[in-house]
C-alpha cells in the first residue's frame, strides 16, 4: 500500500507557498532568538541557570493571539502574518529557554524535534515526486528528513565547547532505560510533528485552494506555521513527565 493518495498543486502554485512558508519560518526563527536571550537574560546576569524569566513566552503567545486577531479584520495586510510568525518566535524561544532553565536536557530537545520536522517538511514537499505521490510516501520522506535534521543538530551542540556541559543530546537530563529523557521523548514527538505537518500541508496545497495570488499563498503558509506553535504544547508537559520520572527513580 502507498497511503492514502492526497491530490496537491502542481507547478508555481504550490511552489509560492513553500517559498511563502519559508520565509515565515525565518522570521519565526529570529523571533525564536529574540525570545531565547530575552528569557535568558536574568540567568546570564546572575550567573544561575534557573533564573529565566516567563516574560517572553506570556508576551510572545499574548501578542500572536493580538496580531490573528487584526489579521482577520485586515486579512490581505502581509505586516499582521509577518507579525504572527515574528511572536510565535518569541514565544516558542521564550518557552523552550523557560523550561530548559529549569529541566536541563530536556526540552531544548523537544524544541528541536518541532523545528525540525518543519524545516524538513519543507524540503521534502518541494520535491514534486515526493509532494504528488501518498500520504505514507509523504510521511516516511518528511519523518525520515526529520530525524536526520535533529542529528544534525545536535552533533553540531556537540562542536560548541562554550555550551553547557551536557547539551547535545539531553545529557544532563535523567535516563530512561539508558538514554536521556530528552531524546526518548522526541522520538514520538517527531513521529506526531511530522503527521501533523503532512496534514496540513496537504490541507494547504490541495486544489482546493484555488487562489493562486500572493495573498493566498502567504495565508496558506501561515497555517503551516501555526502548525508548529500547537505541537509546541508538548513543552509544558515535559515537566509533569520529568517529575514522574525522579519521584519513580
Given amino acids: 500500500m502507498t497511503g492514502i493518495a492526497v491530490p496537491v498543486m502542481r507547478g508555481p502554485s504550490a511552489t509560492r507557498v513553500l517559498w511563502a ?27 544561575e541557570p534557573r533564573e529565566v524569566t516567563f516574560a517572553p513566552w506570556i508576551l510572545g503567545g499574548a501578542g500572536v493571539v493580538a496580531a490573528v486577531w487584526l489579521m482577520r479584520r485586515a486579512p490581505h495586510r502581509l505586516v499582521w502574518i ?86 547535545s543530546w539531553g545529557q544532563a537530563a535523567p535516563k530512561v532505560a539508558s538514554l536521556p529523557l530528552g531524546v526518548v521523548i522526541t522520538i514520538p514527538v517527531v513521529l506526531l510533528t511530522s503527521y501533523a505537518l503532512t496534514v496540513t500541508l496537504e490541507q494547504v496545497l490541495c486544489p482546493a485552494a484555488r487562489e493562486p495570488a500572493p495573498r493566498r499563498a502567504w495565508q496558506s503558509a501561515l497555517g503551516i506555521m501555526l502548525t508548529i506553535i500547537g505541537c509546541s504544547a508538548i513543552v509544558p508537559r515535559v515537566r509533569t513527565t520529568r517529575s514522574l520520572t525522579f519521584d519513580n527513580g
Fill in 82 to 167: 509577518l507579525a504572527v510568525a515574528a511572536f510565535e518566535g518569541v514565544f516558542l524561544g521564550g518557552l523552550a529557554t523557560y523550561f530548559e532553565g529549569l529541566f536541563p536536557g530536556v526540552v531544548m530537545q523537544v524544541a528541536f524535534a518541532i523545528l525540525s520536522p518543519a524545516a524538513a517538511a519543507l524540503a521534502m514537499m518541494a520535491i514534486p515526486r515526493i509532494r504528488n505521490g501518498g500520504r505514507a510516501v509523504r510521511m516516511v520522506a518528511i519523518a525520515g528528513a526529520s530525524y536526520l535534521l535533529f542529528a544534525l543538530h545536535n552533533v553540531a551542540l556537540s562542536g560548541m565547547p562554550f555550551l553547557p556541559e551536557g547539551t
Fill in 21 to 47: 512558508a519559508l520565509a515565515l519560518l525565518v522570521v519565526l526563527h529570529l523571533g525564536a532568538l529574540a525570545g531565547i536571550g530575552w528569557a535568558a537574560m536574568p540567568a546570564v546576569t546572575a550567573g
